[in-house]
């Protein structure tokens, strides 16, 4: 490899060029991910398995481009995927847990297919937050009992937050060059937020959650975690489309695929004209008005308006403090029920299972307790679900609750100002963005004084990805503020 190629923080755009100019290959690539693995996965638990075969995908990649033969932007690419995304291959799926160790998926998740088919490598699999955070309230972000706690890599006493822990913490760190998590309420964009990536949760249903540990079909999505915008609409465009495995979800939002995709609204201008809602209550307030965060997210607002974007501040989200009590609001009745439901399905579809319901999960919980923690964090959450029986009168309720809050709240807001996104400090708005299915991304927007990165999320209506790109892309090209951890 010629010395003048820097793996560290390069992107695809970076890798691609790297491989036309025969100065890299992606086999050194990842030769390379795989020291960075050696040297720092024992001190943050960001990947619980290195995937053996991980050079074997590289090699042919390799043969692919020196042949002419090469499939396109993500050929040769090295991909980590969070531990809920079933890979048919030596690597387990297993959301964390012990519980899941010996079962076999049947095969991989699509976006996995839809990763395949466009030559990229599979990497290995991200720590988590056991079971997508979804297990006790008790049981801290970014811990599993596959791997312990995962550290932050700016301030190993700061959480990573999740549950799509891993993957941020890893590809922050350089062990990977870009990652794939899963969101429920969050689960992308609060890990993006505090290890300083691009975290992009899109619409639910624009991608497929096939082959992948559910919470809750409604609100479930799956997205990129990377260290640049452009990066997360890479692979964005290889893992978008219909599946008639999760049909319902996905043949609506196929409607709404651009032609070409994503890629083409990677616009440095893309900020000019746009007309930004900045929503401050109740999100800024996770951080004290005389921090450098509250200053520096009014220095990046005076950007957004000389980059060309129109900002209507002090938007008010209606009945914003009732969503995010996920108690009043309805959301914790409908997730238990919900995931119940999934989880089953899930692994009644498995092979082979030593655990086939709920139920199990939680009797292996019991016998197994030094192993998981649990007289330590417990499974609360498991057992108020077991006790659920199905969408009932109650679950219903609450689901058309959430339904209503999301239509009367940020869709009025959104609509009713005419705006193209919302511009919210940290990683809060996530709540909302979740229980209406609506996309947002997050992007690196400085660092508090300890070190704990922050970032600004973008927030839009179903189906306004472009929109947001444009924002994001804008933003980020304007201000460059990602560094990688020392």
């Known amino acids: 490899m010629n010395s003048q190629f820097v793996i560290e923080e390069s992107s695809i755009e970076d890798i691609q060029r790297g491989f036309s100019e025969n100065r890299l290959t992606s086999r050194q690539l990842v030769e390379f991910y795989r020291r960075q693995f050696?040297?720092?996965?024992?001190?943050?638990?960001?990947?619980i398995e290195f995937n053996p075969d991980a050079g074997d995908e590289a090699d042919q990649a390799d043969s692919r481009m020196r042949s002419g033969t090469k499939i396109g932007d993500m050929d040769g690419i090295p991909v980590l995927l969070k531990d809920s995304i079933n890979t048919k291959d030596k690597l387990k799926t297993t959301a964390g847990s012990y519980a899941l160790l010996e079962a076999e998926v049947g095969g991989d998740a699509t976006v996995v297919e839809k990763l395949r088919e466009a030559g990229a490598v599979i990497l290995g699999k991200a720590s988590m937050s056991e079971w997508s955070q979804?297990?006790?309230?008790?049981?801290?972000?970014?811990?599993?009992a596959r791997t312990g706690q995962g550290k932050n890599p700016y301030n190993e006493f700061e959480s990573p937050y999740g549950s799509s822990s891993g993957s941020a913490i890893s590809v922050a760190a350089n062990m990977a060059a870009v990652s794939l998590g899963t969101d429920t309420t969050g689960s992308i964009i609060c890990p993006a937020n505090y290890n300083s990536v691009v975290g992009f949760k899109p619409t639910v249903g624009l991608t497929s959650r096939a082959g992948i540990i559910p919470v809750s079909p409604r609100q479930d999505s799956v997205g990129p975690i990377c260290r640049t915008v452009s990066d997360a609409v890479y692979v964005l465009d290889t893992i978008v489309g219909f599946d008639p495995r999760d049909r319902q979800a996905t043949l609506e939002a196929a409607k709404f695929i651009p032609n070409g995709r994503y890629k083409q609204f990677l616009n440095k201008n893309g900020l000019a004209g746009k007309r930004l809602g900045v929503v401050r209550n109740p999100f800024s307030a996770s951080y004290i008005p005389e921090s450098i965060v509250r200053s520096d997210f009014e220095d990046h607002l005076k950007t957004l308006r000389e980059k060309g974007a129109i900002l209507v501040d002090n938007?008010?989200?209606e009945n914003v403090d009732l969503i995010m009590d996920c108690n009043a609001c309805g959301s914790d009745t409908a997730l238990l029920a919900e995931f119940k439901i999934s989880i089953n399905e899930y692994l009644r579809e498995l092979p082979t299972s030593p655990v086939r319901y709920l139920s199990d999960i939680i009797a292996f919980n019991k016998k197994h307790y030094l192993l998981e923690k649990t007289n330590e964090y417990g499974q609360d959450l498991f057992e108020l679900s077991e006790l659920t029986n199905g969408i009932g009168k109650e679950e219903q309720a609450a689901i058309e609750m959430l339904a209503e809050l999301s239509r009367e709240g940020f869709e009025k807001l959104m609509k009713e100002n005419e705006l193209d996104a919302?511009?919210?400090?940290?990683p809060l708005v996530a709540v909302v963005l979740g229980i209406g299915g609506y996309p947002g991304i997050t992007v690196p927007a400085g660092y508090e004084e300890d070190g704990?990165?922050?970032?600004?999320?973008?927030?839009?209506?179903?189906?306004?990805?472009?929109?947001?790109?444009?924002?994001?892309?804008?933003?980020?090209?304007?201000?460059?503020?990602?560094?990688?951890?020392s």
Do not use: H
């Open 38 to 47: 050696d040297f720092l996965n024992l001190r943050l638990q960001g990947v």
């Open 134 to 144: 979804f297990r006790s309230g008790k049981v801290p972000s970014g811990w599993c």
């Open 452 to 485: 704990t990165p922050f970032g600004i999320c973008f927030g839009g209506l179903k189906w306004t990805e472009p929109k947001l790109i444009e924002v994001a892309y804008g933003f980020e090209q304007a201000t460059k503020l990602r560094r990688p951890p």
């Open 422 to 426: 919302t511009v919210s400090l940290g």
């Open 315 to 317: 938007m008010e989200i």
